[in-house]
């Protein structure tokens, strides 16, 4: 038995899920009001038999982990971490070498802790923070709560003054250079990295300082700097100001992303504490998933100047260092369609008043800055416009062109549906036949797969391998152990999420034919929510990465390759690793058994809603559950239809 299947079964998950919200027997389950949406109709349901769970408001569905993952924004890991704690469950012991190394760690965070305090008690006290205190008060108009409440701060324009100050508290000048606090030049000489400036703690998910930004106060450059990239701040999974917004942003359902620290610092000191900010580059798929897991919309928050065509067709040239939004803004277009298509998330832009940063104008109007994010427009349709705005669109070739340069967002977004109402929407803009910019667009792609197509098409054949340097083209690499002999005799029932991850594993591209025989049968494309193992659901996460062309991620934590772990010891697979035919037949049969297994699962959950509704005499709940039926029965007869197509690869 894995860890994870031990602790599954060592907590229940009515137990658990019943610490949030309050449940009532229905029948064998339990059900409530939704956590993760408001209502006044319960329509939220635990399962103790399966030990699921099902959301109709927000049509989340899961298992313990999956629950606990949504609700606090955990990763799998602190979640699978959090619920041992409570079962009792002995995780493995770390390597005497990991060990020292997470100890290591706890001494930069010290001692970046101690930093922010010490910056802080500057900010307050010392003459020369005056210039300091009277920007934050008089041009940020900060309160004095507010500055307290984020520990902002000052340091002082000395070279030697902060480690001076922390050496004396027993930490060593190699440990202050490791936390990003000290600079060892090429001559060795070592000196304080941040002198004469604001200095504002950035801290993680849960509250602890792992760097700092900060803010020059008298005209040197650079005008903003961060802490550079050490073993406990990453930039590009960090969000500025989470640790305080997850719980507006989980309750509010819209996560607003603004360019500046004082912007975050200004809105959540104006009552909107639903806002964050990046790190200084263009926005990561990291920082995106962190934000989609607490919340289905994204709203960016753009300067109006800063939103123009340059910013918009210069794509990832737009990464720029910590808050300067005078040169250009942190933000990839290109870059948040993906994310929006990858993730699917709702990613909005709001274009703020010409001259007005985010807290200048949430400061001044706060009625205002609701407005501006409540009205924000779908990502793709924003730079569709700011793309045509650059371009004289009574001259037939600015058409042209113009065409041309959007065909990339188009390509970008995934949805069939969504890029054909883009496409019209350009056609209707441009006063051209829909069919002209499809020529336009299909002419673009075919140039796009000529330019990268043999490297695209290597990546796809070859991944690169976790941990060996070469493996046959095609095969994509294994766990640390081979797999052997079977552990376990195999069951009569085959494990579809594990068996269809096994055979991804051997040639990930062939997820890219399962969704096309899905498309075909007018469902879905196979989706992270196809899987109820969380570990499977990272393995299909790692797999589906590979299948675009990107290498097989190295794990972060041991948590995080447990699907590794799993199918090293899956013998199951009847079709040789060097028959591509059949394996892609197996990977096709599997992929429809599991939709339409979901698909039963999803029907005999909603049949028990609706009995329960029509015994509370609440018409108006059942007739909304009868029309999730009718959808689900729809997709069902599609999945059954096209596995019968498929009769001669049945396994049995």
């Not at 606090?72 to 959090?82: D, K, M, P, S, V």
Request: with cysteine; net charge neutral; aromatic share 6%.
């Amino acid at each position: 038995m894995s860890v994870i299947e031990e602790v599954k079964s060592r907590v229940d998950i009515v137990e658990v899920i019943g610490g949030y919200v309050k449940l009532s027997r229905s029948g064998r389950n339990y059900k409530g009001l939704s956590p993760f949406q408001n209502e006044r109709t319960p329509s939220f349901f635990v399962f103790p038999d399966t030990q699921t769970f099902k959301d109709f408001s927000s049509g989340e569905q899961g298992d313990v982990f999956s629950f606990l993952m949504k609700k606090e924004g955990l990763t799998f890991g602190e979640a699978l971490r959090e619920l041992a704690r409570r079962a009792g469950v002995h995780l493995e012991e770390r390597t005497p070498e990991q060990q020292k190394s997470a100890d290591y760690e706890t001494r930069l965070r010290d001692a970046l802790a101690q930093a922010a305090a010490y910056f802080h008690h500057l900010l307050l006290t010392a003459p020369q923070a005056a210039a300091c205190r009277a920007y934050l008060r008089e041009r940020r108009r900060l309160a004095d709560e507010a500055i307290a409440a984020w520990q902002l701060g000052y340091s002082l324009a000395d070279y030697q003054a902060l480690s001076s100050h922390l050496t004396m508290r027993g930490y060593t000048m190699q440990e202050l250079i490791d936390a990003g606090l000290v600079i060892e030049n090429e001559e060795g000489r070592r000196y304080d990295r941040f002198r004469g400036r604001l200095m504002i703690p950035i801290r993680d998910a849960k509250g602890q300082v792992v760097g700092f930004g900060s803010r020059s106060l008298d005209g040197s450059e650079p005008k903003y700097m961060n802490s550079p990239q050490t073993s406990v701040f990453d930039k590009g999974r960090l969000l500025f100001g989470l640790d305080r917004a997850r719980n507006s942003i989980r309750n509010e359902q819209c996560a607003v992303l603004v360019e500046g620290y004082m912007d975050v610092i200004g809105c959540h000191q104006a009552g909107f504490t639903n806002v964050v900010a990046g790190m200084g580059t263009s926005l990561t798929e990291d920082q995106f998933r962190a934000l989609k897991r607490l919340a289905p919309r994204i709203v960016l928050a753009l300067d109006a100047d800063a939103a123009g065509n340059r910013a918009v067709l210069r794509g990832v040239e737009v990464a720029r260092d910590a808050l300067d939004r005078e040169v250009q803004p942190m933000f990839d277009p290109r870059g948040a369609i993906r994310h929006e298509s990858k993730l699917k998330a709702d990613i909005r832009v709001a274009l703020l008043p010409e001259g007005k940063d985010p807290d200048e104008l949430v400061l001044d109007s706060p009625e205002r800055w609701r407005a501006t994010v409540a009205n924000a427009r779908p990502v793709v349709e924003h730079v569709i416009d700011v793309v045509l705005q650059g371009h004289d669109l009574s001259n037939p070739r600015a058409k042209s062109d113009a065409a041309r340069a959007v065909a990339p967002i188009l390509l970008d977004t995934s949805d069939p549906v969504q890029r054909d109402f883009y496409v019209q929407q350009l056609a209707r803009r441009l006063q051209i036949n829909a069919r002209a910019v499809l020529a336009v667009v299909n002419e673009v792609a075919r140039e796009l797969r000529s330019k990268g197509g043999r490297e695209q098409a290597a990546r796809l054949s070859a991944p690169v391998a976790l941990d060996q340097p070469t493996h046959d083209p095609g095969q994509v690499p294994g766990p640390t152990r081979a797999p052997g002999p079977a552990s376990r005799e195999r069951q009569g029932r085959v494990d579809l999420e594990v068996h269809l991850i096994a055979a991804l594993w051997r040639r990930p591209p062939l997820l890219l034919d399962a969704n096309v025989a899905l498309t075909r049968a007018n469902l879905d494309v196979l989706g992270e929510d196809d899987f109820m193992n969380p570990a499977m659901r990272e393995g299909f996460r790692q797999l589906s990465r590979v299948a675009m062309g990107a290498s097989l991620a190295q794990p972060v934590s041991g948590d995080e390759e447990e699907w590794l772990t799993i199918i090293a010891d899956y013998d199951a697979l009847e079709a040789p690793a060097e028959d591509e035919l059949l394996l892609r037949e197996e990977v096709v049969r599997t992929a429809l058994r599991l939709r339409e297994r979901n698909l039963v699962r999803e029907r005999i959950g909603i049949n028990l809603m609706i009995e329960e509704a029509k015994q509370a005499n609440e018409g108006e709940v059942a007739a909304r559950y009868n029309l999730e039926l009718h959808r689900v029965l729809t997709q069902h007869l599609r999945a059954q239809k096209a596995l019968q197509l498929r009769s001669a690869l049945n396994v049995t």
